[in-house]
Protein backbone atom coordinates (compact mmCIF):
# COMPACT_ATOMS: atom_id res chain seq x y z
CA UNK A 1 0.00 0.00 0.00
CA UNK A 2 1.21 3.53 -0.94
CA UNK A 3 2.67 5.15 2.29
CA UNK A 4 0.83 9.02 0.84
CA UNK A 5 -2.37 6.65 0.65
CA UNK A 6 -2.34 4.64 3.93
CA UNK A 7 -0.91 8.30 6.21
CA UNK A 8 -4.15 9.76 4.39
CA UNK A 9 -6.37 7.65 5.09
CA UNK A 10 -5.31 7.57 8.85
CA UNK A 11 -5.40 11.28 9.25
CA UNK A 12 -8.84 10.95 8.10
CA UNK A 13 -10.18 8.13 10.43
CA UNK A 14 -8.39 9.89 12.83
CA UNK A 15 -10.00 13.03 12.25
CA UNK A 16 -13.52 11.61 12.26
CA UNK A 17 -12.88 9.42 15.33
CA UNK A 18 -11.82 12.95 17.43
CA UNK A 19 -15.01 14.63 15.97
CA UNK A 20 -17.23 12.00 17.04
CA UNK A 21 -15.66 12.22 20.37
CA UNK A 22 -15.60 15.51 20.82
CA UNK A 23 -19.41 15.93 19.76
CA UNK A 24 -20.09 12.90 22.73
CA UNK A 25 -17.76 15.12 25.29
CA UNK A 26 -19.91 17.77 24.46
CA UNK A 27 -23.51 16.20 24.20
CA UNK A 28 -22.62 14.89 27.96
CA UNK A 29 -20.78 18.00 29.04
CA UNK A 30 -24.55 20.19 27.77
CA UNK A 31 -26.39 17.68 30.29
CA UNK A 32 -24.20 18.53 33.52
CA UNK A 33 -24.96 21.58 35.30
CA UNK A 34 -21.60 23.72 33.81
CA UNK A 35 -20.93 25.91 31.53
CA UNK A 36 -18.88 25.38 28.71
CA UNK A 37 -16.51 27.33 26.49
CA UNK A 38 -14.53 26.46 23.67
CA UNK A 39 -10.75 26.52 23.65
CA UNK A 40 -9.30 27.61 20.86
CA UNK A 41 -5.18 25.70 20.30
CA UNK A 42 -4.01 24.83 17.95
CA UNK A 43 -2.05 21.50 19.44
CA UNK A 44 -5.57 20.35 19.90
CA UNK A 45 -8.36 18.24 18.06
CA UNK A 46 -10.77 19.70 20.21
CA UNK A 47 -11.06 21.73 23.83
CA UNK A 48 -13.41 23.21 26.49
CA UNK A 49 -12.78 24.98 29.29
CA UNK A 50 -15.68 24.37 31.87
CA UNK A 51 -16.69 25.75 34.84
CA UNK A 52 -18.93 24.08 37.29
CA UNK A 53 -21.82 25.79 40.22
CA UNK A 54 -19.04 26.21 42.34
CA UNK A 55 -16.48 28.34 40.15
CA UNK A 56 -13.64 25.47 39.60
CA UNK A 57 -12.81 25.62 36.25
CA UNK A 58 -11.61 22.20 34.12
CA UNK A 59 -10.40 21.73 30.99
CA UNK A 60 -11.53 18.99 28.89
CA UNK A 61 -9.44 18.05 25.71
CA UNK A 62 -7.75 16.12 23.24
CA UNK A 63 -4.70 16.57 22.01
CA UNK A 64 -3.79 16.42 18.80
CA UNK A 65 -1.05 13.80 18.77
CA UNK A 66 -3.17 11.66 20.69
CA UNK A 67 -6.51 11.10 19.12
CA UNK A 68 -7.43 8.15 21.35
CA UNK A 69 -7.60 9.71 24.87
CA UNK A 70 -10.01 12.95 26.35
CA UNK A 71 -7.85 14.55 28.74
CA UNK A 72 -9.12 16.62 31.85
CA UNK A 73 -6.96 18.87 33.93
CA UNK A 74 -7.49 21.49 36.94
CA UNK A 75 -5.38 23.47 39.06
CA UNK A 76 -4.78 25.86 42.12
CA UNK A 77 -2.14 28.53 42.16
CA UNK A 78 -1.46 29.58 45.57
CA UNK A 79 -2.66 33.33 46.58
CA UNK A 80 0.22 35.49 47.21
CA UNK A 81 -1.32 36.25 50.64
CA UNK A 82 -0.88 31.97 51.39
CA UNK A 83 2.99 32.04 49.91
CA UNK A 84 3.56 34.78 52.44
CA UNK A 85 2.44 33.07 55.02
CA UNK A 86 4.27 29.73 53.85
CA UNK A 87 7.29 31.74 53.84
CA UNK A 88 6.98 33.32 57.17
CA UNK A 89 5.90 30.18 58.96
CA UNK A 90 8.32 27.92 61.02
CA UNK A 91 9.94 25.44 59.63
CA UNK A 92 8.22 22.20 60.63
CA UNK A 93 4.58 23.96 60.43
CA UNK A 94 5.62 24.62 56.73
CA UNK A 95 6.65 20.89 56.19
CA UNK A 96 4.00 19.44 58.00
CA UNK A 97 1.60 21.27 55.35
CA UNK A 98 3.40 20.44 52.38
CA UNK A 99 3.59 16.81 53.77
CA UNK A 100 -0.02 17.13 54.22
CA UNK A 101 -0.55 18.88 50.96
CA UNK A 102 1.87 15.58 48.95
CA UNK A 103 -0.49 12.79 50.44
CA UNK A 104 -3.89 14.84 49.62
CA UNK A 105 -2.84 14.96 46.30
CA UNK A 106 -1.22 11.33 46.02
CA UNK A 107 -4.72 10.52 47.66
CA UNK A 108 -6.81 12.29 44.69
CA UNK A 109 -5.58 9.32 42.48
CA UNK A 110 -5.25 11.90 39.96
CA UNK A 111 -1.51 12.76 37.74
CA UNK A 112 -0.35 15.88 39.16
CA UNK A 113 2.56 18.15 39.06
CA UNK A 114 3.14 20.73 41.78
CA UNK A 115 5.23 23.48 40.45
CA UNK A 116 8.24 25.73 42.50
CA UNK A 117 8.98 24.88 45.80
CA UNK A 118 7.13 25.31 47.93
CA UNK A 119 4.72 24.90 45.44
CA UNK A 120 3.41 27.57 43.97
CA UNK A 121 0.53 25.75 41.73
CA UNK A 122 -0.89 22.58 41.40
CA UNK A 123 -1.90 20.59 38.21
CA UNK A 124 -4.15 17.77 37.98
CA UNK A 125 -4.99 15.56 35.55
CA UNK A 126 -6.80 12.20 34.61
CA UNK A 127 -6.82 10.90 30.75
CA UNK A 128 -9.60 8.26 29.34
CA UNK A 129 -8.65 6.66 26.24
CA UNK A 130 -11.16 6.37 23.92
CA UNK A 131 -11.69 1.63 24.21
CA UNK A 132 -13.19 3.43 27.98
CA UNK A 133 -15.10 6.37 26.93
CA UNK A 134 -18.59 5.69 28.28
CA UNK A 135 -20.47 8.73 29.22
CA UNK A 136 -21.08 6.85 33.00
CA UNK A 137 -16.84 6.86 32.82
CA UNK A 138 -16.80 10.92 31.56
CA UNK A 139 -18.99 12.02 34.23
CA UNK A 140 -17.17 9.51 37.14
CA UNK A 141 -13.61 10.84 36.45
CA UNK A 142 -14.93 14.80 35.87
CA UNK A 143 -16.53 14.11 39.38
CA UNK A 144 -13.17 12.60 40.73
CA UNK A 145 -11.04 15.50 39.20
CA UNK A 146 -13.64 18.22 40.72
CA UNK A 147 -13.13 16.00 44.18
CA UNK A 148 -9.73 16.05 44.11
CA UNK A 149 -9.60 19.82 43.39
CA UNK A 150 -11.24 20.35 46.59
CA UNK A 151 -9.61 18.43 48.29
CA UNK A 152 -6.65 20.39 47.33
CA UNK A 153 -7.92 23.52 48.05
CA UNK A 154 -9.75 22.15 51.50
CA UNK A 155 -6.20 21.41 52.74
CA UNK A 156 -4.64 24.29 52.14
CA UNK A 157 -7.67 25.94 53.59
CA UNK A 158 -7.56 24.21 56.74
CA UNK A 159 -3.65 24.93 57.45
CA UNK A 160 -2.93 28.61 56.32
CA UNK A 161 -6.46 29.80 57.39
CA UNK A 162 -7.87 27.48 59.96
CA UNK A 163 -11.38 28.54 59.63
CA UNK A 164 -14.11 26.84 59.25
CA UNK A 165 -15.79 26.91 56.00
CA UNK A 166 -18.83 29.95 56.39
CA UNK A 167 -22.06 29.74 54.51
CA UNK A 168 -23.46 27.05 52.64
CA UNK A 169 -20.99 24.20 51.87
CA UNK A 170 -22.39 21.42 49.30
CA UNK A 171 -21.35 19.38 46.95
CA UNK A 172 -22.63 17.19 44.82
CA UNK A 173 -20.96 15.13 42.64
Given at each position: ?????????????????????????????????????????????????VDDPQGKMVLVFQPLQHTDVV?????????????????????????????????TVLDTQLAFEMKGTPPKSVVL?????????????????????????????????????????????????
Amino acid sequence: MDSKFSNRYLSVYFDKEANEIRALVEKWLHEMDVKIEPMRETELAFGFVVDDPQGKMVLVFQPLQHTDVVIMETGFEFPEQYLKRLSTQEASTRNGLLWDLYFTVLDTQLAFEMKGTPPKSVVLRTAIYSDALTKDRFIQEFTRIRRGLLKVLWTIERELNRQVPAGKQAYIG
